[in-house]
């Protein structure tokens, strides 16, 4: 029966540091190669076998885990943060890091995290990527409104971004000189471009084989739109991997940390540990929710006497994440009980 080897790998933006122990914690090999494919074959022809390696979540971590997956006995990625914690020493190098990784996968301390399919990652990294151009359309249309209050331009602020008005503002305003005119227009054609883009990357991921089907389930959820779906889908990847609603809304930052010591309880406001994409996106959809759905809204009116406005948006965005989680489970589209009943009456 042949032995394992346990390999650490401390990634960075040019150098991936290595360290290659066998089952008893002797160091088999070790040193530093470039990040390179081509560098990562070479490598990997040295290796004794069957092995398996772990490394740390990073921005570099995709590309690399794509490449040794087909070679590894198995491959690991571990969460930075309890890695950390695990890990903590007085000295820190990336020899030294990528031997403790090492020494965490061969001790099965290592705090894994999930990695989605590569399908899945690159999908996500074209919503995300439209959330860019979303960030930069509304930073353009601000811009247009900046520059008219600073040349003193009376405008009506709800049809300041419509074609037609936006048109006629620039053909008969006598406020604006040569120059101003000529920065609004290039406001207006990067809105319209960036409007238009990020259009064609909704419709792109809408039609997709891989989303459709579950995209179109999710959305028979009264308060869930398209991009609240395709936010979910691509971000939760497999909800198979949360046990229970409270580890979904935990994920998805919606609940507060806890500190407790003895007797001494404190929650402290929401965890920074969260999927930031999908916490924006949940709570932007809680804020309208209560206009698509009766259920929803009674939900948000209990929990806005109880206390304030922002808890109960918090509310209705948990139990949006309910609804979520209980259809892609399901694997069938919403179903709303009270009509049943109704119907059955």
């Known amino acids: 029966m042949q032995s394992m080897y346990y390999i650490g790998l401390d990634v960075h933006k040019k150098t991936i540091s290595y360290c290659v122990k066998e089952g008893s914690g002797r160091i088999h090999a070790e040193g530093t190669i470039p990040a390179t494919r081509c560098d990562l074959d070479l490598w990997m022809k040295t290796l004794p076998k069957p092995w398996t390696a772990a490394m740390e979540a990073t921005i570099f971590t995709g590309w690399i885990y794509d490449h040794l997956l087909p070679h590894a006995a198995a491959l690991k990625v571990a969460h930075p943060l309890m890695l950390r914690a695990i890990a903590a020493a007085k000295k820190k190098n990336d020899r030294i890091d990528a031997n403790k990784i090492a020494d965490c996968l061969r001790c099965d301390f290592l705090p894994e995290c999930y990695m989605a399919s590569t399908q899945i990652r690159e999908r996500r990294r074209t919503l995300r990527y439209r959330s860019l151009l979303v960030r930069q359309l509304i930073q353009m249309k601000n811009k247009i409104a900046v520059l008219l209050m600073e040349a003193g331009v009376t405008y009506n602020k709800q049809k300041l971004h419509k074609v037609g008005y936006f048109r006629e503002l620039l053909a008969t305003n006598r406020d604006m000189d040569e120059g101003l005119r000529s920065l609004l227009g290039l406001c207006r054609e990067m809105v319209v471009r960036l409007g238009k883009t990020e259009s064609a990357l909704v419709r792109s991921?809408?039609?997709?084989?891989?989303?459709?089907?579950?995209?179109?389930?999710?959305?028979?959820?009264?308060?869930?739109g398209p991009i609240t779906a395709l936010t979910w889908a691509l971000e939760v990847g497999e909800v198979g991997r949360f046990s229970s609603i409270k580890k979904a809304i935990s994920y998805c930052g919606l609940c507060s940390a806890e500190k407790s010591s003895g007797d001494t309880v404190q929650r402290t406001p929401l965890s920074k540990q969260r999927n930031k994409h999908l916490q924006t996106m949940l709570i932007e959809a809680a804020k309208l929710a209560p206009r698509n759905s009766p259920a929803l809204a009674m939900l948000y009116d209990r929990e806005k006497q109880k206390s304030n406005a922002n808890r109960a948006t918090l509310a209705v965005a948990r139990k949006i994440v309910t609804y979520l989680v209980a259809v892609d489970r399901r694997q069938k589209d919403f179903l709303v009980v009270e009509n049943e009943n109704r119907s059955a009456a």
């Open 205 to 224: 991921l809408e039609r997709d084989p891989l989303l459709r089907e579950r995209i179109e389930r999710l959305m028979t959820i009264p308060a869930v």
